[in-house]
């Protein structure tokens, strides 16, 4: 850790490596949530916990500032735990392996958990500061955000003091958001019917790996691959009859899967003649993706399987993997570039008893968003999937041309920078669910430079991690002076 704690802003950068020694998979976050009040009350601030485990830490006025209007930083404590294949890495108690490469900060064959980490140790840092100038300042913690931001789902009416929200979620230095998509989740399931595998068949795993997966908002519209698609199209062309023992893939809703496998079974003749189509498989692909995807690998090795799917069951799943929408749905007819509704075919797995899949729909207008639901959910009816729905939430409607903006603005370019860009994203953020409990707050959200969240690839630019810090710093000393 010794390197990351020579970094500037020591303060940001000794809190991050803190956290990230401890475990906070989404939904198993609360050692990390229990450390983030420990480290209030050790700074002798006032520290409250809420029923669902979110963390609020308060710290008195400077003096001469206790009439200024309160503000509320806010960043989630979980993060997304992917990793590598070959990495051993157990995320339920080994430590994120840190190291710096060139300007950035990346994991060891994990993601780094920056998202929303460096948010979140900014924010401690602000609060243990003994020589800022400020007003009434807290820091909302919440837990759960990844899986479902159940934290901010639970948010209670009348907890926070803040007239202004700052948001320490985004990925992008010099980019102010004020707007976001909202989402939900359709899991589907279907109980297959059960056959023992055919005597004297050979059982092969067929892998589709090496694409560069995502964050299923800030990539969709990238054009990589998803890998649960890509070997349902695999498996459709196949030269040699098979039957399907499992199928598995990806690992979260809200990120692009990187990896899929599936084992089949097939009569031992027909093992050439289904490594050829595999070959040609492969350089198909490759061609189609191009240098979008150029570590794309499908490649066979030997399985086991003691079990298959009947036809029928087999059919309906492939189906349904080849059919369901998945990527850009429609792009923002008002703001170029930024992508409306769209849906990430997320998760298939074979559990003991059910097929289960997973896909989670995005869309900044609420009646985008459930007719797309809608139609994912139609697609699994007729693929004969039972479906439910979770992990509702709400966007953030962007409001333009408030006070917060042009303070922010102002501060950037007192900083020595141009004027910030004002955004609105695909992905999902807190402030639309905070914003329904609190909708007086003026909301923004920022964040340093980083890549690649939500995959083993995630990084974070050190410079811009200075830059975010200064930036945060000096708008909480704004905030807290009198209006000219």
């Not at 009434?136 to 009348?158: C, N, R």
């Not at 809703?253 to 070959?279: F, K, M, Q, T, W």
């Not at 008002?334 to 869309?363: C, F, K, M, Y």
Request: hydrophobic residues 45%; proline residues 6%.
């Amino acid at each position: 850790m010794d390197p990351i704690l020579s970094l500037h802003p020591e303060p940001v950068w000794r809190y991050f490596a803190a956290l990230s020694a401890i475990p906070r998979a989404s939904g198993a976050e609360g050692e990390a949530a229990d450390w983030v009040a420990a480290v209030g009350r050790r700074l002798g601030l006032g520290v409250e916990r809420d029923r669902v485990g979110n963390v609020l830490i308060r710290r008195p006025a400077s003096p001469g500032h206790e009439g200024a209007p309160p503000v509320t930083m806010q960043a989630h404590v979980d993060m997304v735990c992917e990793k590598n294949e070959e990495t051993v890495h157990d995320f339920s108690r080994d430590p994120i392996r840190l190291h710096v490469d060139g300007d950035c900060v990346r994991a060891t064959g994990t993601t780094l958990g920056a998202d929303c980490g460096i948010g979140l140790a900014a924010g401690l840092a602000i609060l243990s500061d003994s020589t800022l100038v400020h007003g009434p300042i807290e820091l909302l913690v919440t837990v759960d955000e990844e899986s479902g931001m159940t934290g901010a789902q639970q948010l209670q009416a009348g907890w926070l003091r803040g007239k202004y929200l700052l948001n320490l979620d985004m990925e992008e230095m010099g980019k102010l958001t004020i707007g976001c998509a909202g989402g939900i989740d359709t899991v589907a399931t279907r109980t297959p019917r059960w056959e023992p595998a055919p005597e004297g068949a050979v059982a092969v795993r067929i892998k589709v790996s090496g694409a560069k997966g995502g964050h299923s908002g800030v990539d969709i519209h990238l054009g990589r691959a998803n890998a649960i698609r890509l070997l349902a199209q695999v498996l459709d062309g196949l030269p040699v009859d098979w039957h399907l023992s499992s199928l598995n893939g990806g690992n979260k809703r809200n990120a692009i899967p990187r990896e899929a496998s599936a084992v089949v079974v097939i009569e031992g003749a027909d093992l050439s003649a289904l490594r050829a189509g595999v070959s040609r498989a492969e350089v198909d692909w490759r061609i189609l993706f191009g240098t979008v995807e150029p570590g794309l690998s499908i490649r066979l090795r030997p399985a086991e399987a003691r079990r298959v799917m009947g036809e029928a069951d087999r059919r309906g799943l492939i189906g349904l993997l080849l059919t369901l929408p998945n990527g850009v749905e429609s792009m923002s007819p008002d703001v170029p570039g930024l992508v409306l509704t769209s849906t990430n075919l997320g998760v298939v797995a074979t559990l003991d008893e059910v097929i289960e899949v997973t896909a989670a729909t995005r869309s900044a207008v609420e009646a985008g968003k459930r007719a797309l639901a809608r139609r994912v959910a139609m697609a699994c009816a007729l693929a004969g999937f039972s479906t439910r729905e979770e992990g509702g939430y709400p966007g953030w409607r962007p409001v333009p041309g408030r006070a917060l903006l042009r303070t922010i603005d102002e501060v950037w370019r007192g900083l020595g920078h141009g004027p910030m860009e004002i955004m609105a994203i695909h992905a999902g953020l807190e402030c639309g669910l905070i914003g329904e409990r609190y909708p007086q707050m003026e909301m923004v959200s920022f964040g340093p430079d980083m890549w690649d969240a939500h995959t083993p690839d995630e990084r974070v630019s050190i410079a811009s991690v200075g830059a975010f810090y200064a930036l945060l710093r000096a708008v909480v000393e704004r905030l807290a002076q009198p209006v000219a």
